[in-house]
């Protein structure tokens, strides 16, 4: 879904100079986002950690709510390459392994980033699931897809309600999503569990693949 015009900055930069400038509004952003909270976000506070003018600012984003948007495609590019980087190397390797290191991308990643993505999922209903971040999650799940089927081929699924499922599920888990993660359980005991979880429905699917 593309992202509407009023999220939208208001003009892209187009020279390193104005380039930077929007680098240090974004991290700005970021860094006020985790430190004081959506409440707290405002233009002038972002601008006094990014050192620049307000007005300066303004010439990019309109509002608090395009400053946000501007972190979350941030770090749905970052996330998408590092993604990207992680399954290069999984070509012929087996299902397990597949599934394994596919699950600890996304905890290396957020490993990193852990402050920041609690913020920005708090702030998600005040601006909507509006921005591009679907487009680059299905680019990432169709690489998830593509290297599933090199180990499914002698099955009769439909490996885009396996994706579905699987990716769904991980993220659900990834992100703590109705309940928050138990302070016993770390990274690595997280991977095997979601490990088993999908190892166990991707057997029942070759016990029983079609109902």
Same mark, same amino acid.
């Given at each position: ?22 680098? =240090?509004?974004?991290?700005?952003? +970021? ?13 002038? +506070?972002? +601008? ?5 003018? !307000?007005? *300066?600012?303004? %010439? ?32 012929? =390797?087996?299902?397990?392994? !597949? ?35 679907? %487009? ?16 499914? *081929?002698? !099955? ?46 991707? =057997? ?6 079609? *109902?």
């Amino acid at each position: 879904m593309a992202l509407p015009k009023h999220l939208q900055p208001r003009k892209a930069p187009k020279q390193e100079r104005s380039r930077q400038l929007v680098e =240090a509004i974004v991290e700005a952003t +970021a860094r006020v986002l985790v430190r004081d909270g959506y409440d707290a976000l405002s233009p002038a +506070a972002v +601008a006094e950690v990014a050192g620049v003018s !307000v007005g *300066s600012l303004y %010439q990019y984003f309109p509002h608090k709510e395009a400053l946000i948007v501007a972190v979350l495609e941030r770090e749905a590019e970052r996330e998408g390459a590092f993604l990207v980087e992680r399954f290069a190397g999984l070509v012929g =390797a087996s299902a397990d392994d !597949v599934l394994r290191a596919a699950i600890a991308a996304l905890l290396d990643f957020r490993a990193d980033h852990q402050e920041l993505f609690r913020a920005l999922l708090a702030v998600i209903p005040h601006v909507g699931r509006y921005y591009d971040l679907r %487009q680059r999650g299905a680019e990432a799940a169709a690489r998830v897809r593509a290297l599933l089927a090199l180990h499914l *081929s002698d !099955v009769d699924v439909d490996l885009d309600e396996i994706v579905f499922v699987i990716t769904n599920a991980t993220h659900a888990l990834t992100h703590e999503g109705l309940l928050p993660r138990p302070s016993t359980m770390s990274d690595a005991r997280l991977v095997n569990e979601i490990t088993r979880l999908v190892l166990a429905y991707v =057997a029942a699917l070759r016990q029983s693949p079609r *109902s």
